[in-house]
């Protein structure tokens, strides 16, 4: 399985930024996706999730100005970033997770596979 991220760079504040998440060995549909964002130095944070069925949650902190949505097969996942804030500035990693559970997955230790993450740096 291998996931990889892009769409990362550098945007002012109030831009705006697509993500998107490449996808092979793995049936896509068959997970839930999620984003996820870290600051060097500091743990790995919930930004996103993608259920099988469409459903989406979010992070307060992104909530209103982050969309997440499925997309194709080889590229399952992406976010869409707009009002984008200098706290946003972090490498963002997509995830799927296999688990068939319905509740909502927040923890980077629930996901199975990841990608390569992408930078995304928020200027003044």
């Known amino acids: 399985v291998q996931l990889q991220a892009s769409g990362g760079g550098l945007v002012q504040a109030g831009g705006s930024l697509r993500l998107s998440c490449a996808a092979s060995g793995l049936t896509s549909r068959a997970y839930a996706w999620g984003w996820f964002r870290q600051v060097p130095g500091t743990e790995r944070d919930f930004v996103a999730r993608?259920?099988?069925?469409?459903?989406?949650y979010y992070a307060d902190s992104v909530k209103g100005r982050f969309t997440v949505a499925r997309d194709n097969a080889e590229n399952p996942v992406y976010l869409q970033m707009n009002s984008l804030k200098l706290e946003d500035t972090a490498v963002y990693y997509c995830?799927?997770?296999?688990?068939?559970?319905?509740?909502?997955?927040?923890?980077?230790?629930?996901?199975?596979?990841w990608g390569q993450g992408t930078l995304v740096t928020v200027s003044s």
């Open positions: 995830a799927a997770d296999g688990d068939y559970g319905s509740e909502v997955r927040t923890s980077p230790r629930e996901y199975d596979y």
């Open positions: 993608i259920s099988r069925g469409g459903r989406t």
